[in-house]
């Protein structure tokens, strides 16, 4: 079966490398983990990690603004970052004779950032954050709906009760020593997970890796993640919200407390998504979308987050005419139903998570960002050389056995949303 | 380890290292007597088969009162045949982990599928029973249709959506298809009979001018066999249509505001009628957008989001398609600048188009679009896509072997002649999907043209000059 296999190394300052060959075509994908995502930040600075991200892309010491992105685009290769819950990523994919640029970029920015930094950089980054936060969130139809059923799932001292995004009064408050004091404290390389996937020869690459950001001194020791990390198995009832807004049809949002991302029983959480909305055959298309006609469409999945609970989401849209109390219920019965799962759903389930799985380790890129990932939250590099086999070993019984346990009324948050009435 | 040479951190970044060259496999086509097209490419190491059926019945061929038929249709396709109804279908596909996805554009119709190797055969047996076969049950038809018309009413609501459909429909005339949006508006839609939809399949999806399509660790002659074996009672002809019109630039700008009240940005584009898809002129397309807006460190780019924080971010593109295909540069900003952002975004594009871009730009992005060529060859899937436009648009076999030296090959003046040539800033349409109460009495300021103003469902609420 599938097998990758890869190197892990642990610099003296506390950076681990994950070395990961595959020389089938001559690109270079980098991967780096920072240890830090909203999940680390205090109260009055929620979406400050992911502003501190945009801070990355400003320059650094001996790389002067936009240098970063024109050396990468010029050397033909792709970049970005991302800002999560849990963590935040950065990642470049090149041709390979340019690896020693992607290291060179990312250990100046590890190591040297901060003496770029200047308060113009912040304010142009701040407005564009605010401006990516109008665009995908506040002029989006539905664009607040994280942020409302995450408060609704987990309890206000809880890390995962407010967005990534932050919110606006937070994200205009930050300022310079804000930015000194993040990345003194989070962007250490005992901190980070570094990995490097394709066209490369290991031993050589350590070498470089080492040159690069060997360095860099290791940061103390990253402070307790702020707030009551278990926030209980479930949410003890059944909280509503409902929304008039400039929506173009009825929609119900369900979410649950799950098991978090870094224990076993989170596999049959993803299977049990996947037998309820992945696919034309799965139980929310076939019954609400095509048998029973009420529904325009139906998403379900489960966040992979390690913190305490992780958080289950389902949502059904209607159509204009839609009664709304038959939408959710309709929904959560479906949800509550799994405890009759067969076995032929599991395995349709797991049929197409493998097909899945497969295209997505098919790229460097991806594959990388799984090997830092695996290595951070599991402190398993070499989780996906087993992934498949531990989804396999989800049966039945286990998917039953979850609803049982997550998906009742006693754990749910329904969040309605409801067109404006027409003037 | 010792290091083979010491770091010199403040001598700039490193210098890159031997290159290793990028080979992509050869493509090979084969016709079938009756003119379906095989096109294969073999990838040894890769555990997963990609394949498509790409059908000559893209939007542009449904009758002009028929808008959104080709989507319908599309949708439709897997909704049931002779033998097995849409969940039985599903199901059996699904069994072999098998999503299998019919996607309708302007120009052709998809139907796509990954599978691992040893369930090919299986998989290729659905989809020839879905082409030879499908029936299109009426209460598809139906649960379809609602769908549709949903989604429509989702487009007109979502700010960016009703952007881009509101500049088609501003550049094309009435008569031509690409004036409506692609999925077809309420009319058109609810006027559908299920007889157009099976009439349309029937003359449509036919083998004389597909294309099968497919990539993994098979041979020419695997492929090419099992098409043969797969599809055989696949037959029949597409019936021929009338040529579509290439649309001219108007002789004044057209600006348009669509009313969204209270948004708190604008969605601005920016664009023209551009040229159909071909070999001519397209790297300098290519490099000549990169530095415009077609990067993260284009010029619109630089300037609107880390010059000014007006923005998330700004792209400019040319969509390119069998008949005229479309230019535009589109942005969210912040509603209190979007005279500014406007103004800055013409800044940029007058200048370019006056002076052309400078060598250093040019060198930048001949760089950057050669060296990701081989990021968007990864997967087979990837891949599959890749070779369907070579099918679609009539490109050579030989396409994409020679892009990046054709890339390579783009000159600064090359760019400016045909660049100079096609784009014309004092023509192209502006539309701005956002508050019309704060907007329009500035805009008209701006002197860009008369100011027409829509309101988000499409009706025309005024002209104010």
Redesign the interface.
Known sequence: M?SFSFERHTLDNGLTVILAPDR????VALNLWYGVGSRNERPGRTGFAHLFEHMMFQGSA?VP??RH???V??????LNATTWFDRTNYFE?????????AL??ES?RMGWLLPAMTQEKL??????????R???Y????YGDWDERLQRMVFPEDHPYHHTVIGSAEDIAAADLDDVAEFFQVYYAPNNAVLTLTG?LDP?LA??RV???FGEIPRGDQVPPIPGRLDPGERIGGTVRETVRA????PRVYLGSRVPPFTVDDFYAADVATSVLS????SRLY?RL??ER?IA??VVSYAFPLATGRSFMISWI?G??ESDPAELETALAAELEGLTDVSD?EV??AL??A??RF??QV???ATRADMFSMSEQLLGDAGRLNTEMERLRAVTPAQVRDFAERCLGADNRAVLTYLPEEEA | ?S??DP?R??A???????????HLPPVVSHSRGDGLRVLSLTRP????ASGCIVLDAGETTAPADRGGLAVLAGDIL?GGTESRN??EL??AL??????LRVSTGWDATTMSF???ADRLDDTLEVVAEVLESAVFPEAEVE?VR??RL??I??R????GQLASDELNRTLFSPEHPYHRGLSGETESVEAIQRSEVVSFAHRRYRPDRAGFILVGDLAAEQVQEAAERHLERWTGQVDTLPEISEEKLPEARPVVLVHRPG???SEIRIGQVGPARSLEGEAELDVGNAVLGG???SRLN?NL????????GVRSGFARRRHSGLFSIGT???TEVTMAALQEAFFEFRRYLAHGPDADEV??AR?????????RM????QLAARMAELHIFGLPLEYHHGYRERIRAVTTESIHRVLGRILDPERCAVVIAGDADELQAPLEALGLGEVEVRSGDGATAGVSS
Request: zero cysteines.
């Open positions: 599938l089938a075509v001559p690109v001996h603004k936009n992105f024109e050396l685009e010029g050397a033909g290769g792709s994919t090149l041709p390979s004779h340019h690896l020693d640029l060179w970029l100046d304010d142009n980054q701040r407005d564009v954050v605010l401006n990516e109008r665009e995908r506040e002029n989006q139809p066209d031993a350590l070498d080492r040159e690069y400039r929506v173009p049809l992945d696919g034309r055959a076939e979308v095509r006609g325009k469409d849209t159509y204009p032929g395995e349709r049929a197409l493998e097909t497969l295209r098919a790229q460097l | 380890m290091s083979p770091l951190r403040h700039g970044p490193p210098e890159p290292g031997a290159i290793r060259p990028f190491e890769i555990p997963l897997t849409a969940a599903a199901e699904e069994r072999l982990g098998v999503s990954t599978t691992l649960r609602r769908q949903a989604a009413r989702q007109r609501m979502d700010p948004a708190v940005q990067s993260f460190t630089l989001r880390e010059k000014h924080g007006f923005t998330y969210a900003v912040q060198r930048q760089d950057y679009l050669a060296g990701v060529f081989p990021l990864e997967t087979a899937p």
